[in-house]
């Protein structure tokens, strides 16, 4: 394994240190993640050096979809209690994901002390026990050996290869979140099948992917470096700034057209046979970008990529990173400009506001597919605008007419397949529609970018939303919350009814 270790690593052993004992003449422990961000827009009280960090090395074979990796993980104890155990995710082992992920070996550096591990929720998570407590606020760093397999399927894929698009994301040991909460320090939900799947908290990333020298990869974050390391391999090394995860996907078909929005590097990743639609998806995307760099903030990151993703007519959201899915590039009958506009806008709604897509997912996807409608509004005007209304109330009302209807303000565990889509998203953006129209364009904006000022790194809670409307407009917004949020229509007894048109935008 440490035959493909980048040096980079040792320098980022000797910045750790010197982030432990700080003096004039040390580097800046932060310097090796600068190319990714814009440190001026993190907020003055923002401390990054406390953060997780990953410094992995994996190796990637897409002829077998099989990954080898060490990853070492600072960590700091910021709980408030001594720690006798951390916990990592092993998402591919997700039964929606239907990969393989195995933890070979941990030991915690320098010393190289053996730690006890156990698997738990269905082997989504190994319990690390330490040899000794780590006391607050004291760091530890960890060397774990892993492998991921994914499969090669037919139709949506998130994880794996479909297409000649193989697709791998959460494919290292994550730290899992942490509550803030003494006597319960960590999450340790297992995502559903329907909803986000990485419950993490912000880390920096110094990533370094050995490929196969034809393979194309975007990912999460900013390529420092590509150099071939032996016949046929080369060595992608990617750091990010403080992001919640990390994602790639890859093919040795991509083609790429990139360019510069805002002093922001923007690529679009597309198969041959769908280049139009793909030059149209970067268009698409840099539009977005641009008017979301003016309505709510200036992204903080120095890239962000859109990729066709083999997830049919969804598209996903990674930071840094958007998936769209392969059928809007080829059959129009769904959004392809809706789905950008609604996955780009992820990059505020989640991976800059951390909108909990596990605990409130109606917040992080209502804002999504109600910015989406801003972007419609902006570039093709009210009639487009209202055609998206439309969708969301016809879907909502046939949830009702149904039996599918439900209290939109509860965590993704409380709805399925069929009203996961027309209730956290589009009944959700109709309370934030619905707001917008209380308030006006010019103060609901004002409300968003007064929402990102507070909350960007954080995660707030739908009280710190409703708050914020308040401070900002003087407009108590309980009653729509009320409606819209909290009630759910009585369930009728059910009636055969046609489906509903379906939305794009998931997950
Ligand atoms: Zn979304």
Known sequence: MHRYLFPL??????????????????????????????????????DASVLPRYDINMRVDPAVRKIDGVARIHFTNRSDRPLNDLFVRLYP?????????????????????????????????????????????????????????????????LFGESEGILSL?????????????????????????????????????????????????????TELTRTE????????????????????????????????????????????????????AYKEAAAALRAYNRMFAPYPYTELDIAEAP?????????GLNYIGIVTYRD??????????????????????????????????????????LYLEYFRGENTADRLRTIWKTSADWAAANGYDNVVGQEVTAFNGINYEILVYGKSAMFFDALYKQLGHDDYLEVLQT?????????????????????????????????????AVPTPTPEPSPEPTPQAGAP
Not at 471 to 478: M, N, P
Request: net charge negative; charged share 20%; with cysteine.
């Open 9 to 46: 690593s040792l320098l980022l052993v000797v910045l750790l240190l010197s982030a432990c004992s700080p003096s004039p003449e040390e580097p800046d422990p932060l310097e090796l993640y600068y190319p990714a961000f814009n440190a001026e827009e993190l907020p003055e009280d923002f």
């Open 93 to 157: 082992n997700l039964r929606q994901l239907e990969g393989v992920m195995r933890l070979t070996s941990i030991v915690t550096l320098p010393d190289r002390f053996a730690t006890g591990m156990g698997s738990m929720l269905d082997d989504t998570a190994a319990r690390i026990t330490l040899t000794e407590s780590l006391p607050v606020d004291e760091s530890i760093d960890l060397e774990i050996v892993y492998s991921v397999e994914a499969l090669k399927q037919e139709g949506y894929v």
């Open 169 to 221: 994301p959460y494919s290292y040991p994550m730290l899992a979140a942490q509550t803030g909460d003494p006597a319960n320090p960590w999450r340790l939900e297992i995502p559903p099948q329907h909803g986000d799947i990485a419950i993490t908290d912000l880390a920096l990333h110094t990533i370094t992917v050995t490929l196969p020298s034809d393979i194309v990869i975007a990912a999460t974050g």
């Open 229 to 280: 390391t032996s016949p046929g391999w080369t060595e992608h090394v990617f750091v990010t700034g403080p992001v919640r995860e990390w994602a790639m996907i890859m093919s040795p078909d991509y083609l790429v057209e990139s360019g510069e929005v805002d002093g922001i590097r923007l690529n679009s990743y597309y198969l041959p046979q769908d280049e139009v639609a793909g030059r149209a």
């Open 311 to 319: 997830t049919r007519h969804l598209g996903m959201e990674y930071p």
């Open 332 to 373: 129009k009958s769904y959004s392809q400009e809706q789905l950008v506009a609604h996955e780009v806008s992820h990059q505020w709604w989640y991976a800059l506001v951390g909108s909990e897509p596990f605990r409130y997912p109606w917040l992080d996807e209502g804002l999504a597919e109600h910015t989406s409608l």
């Open 451 to 487: 929402f990102i000022k507070l909350y960007r790194f954080k995660n707030p809670t739908p009280q710190d939303f409703l708050d914020t409307v308040k401070d900002v407009s003087g407009f108590d917004a309980s009653a729509l919350y009320q409606q819209w949020i909290l009630t």
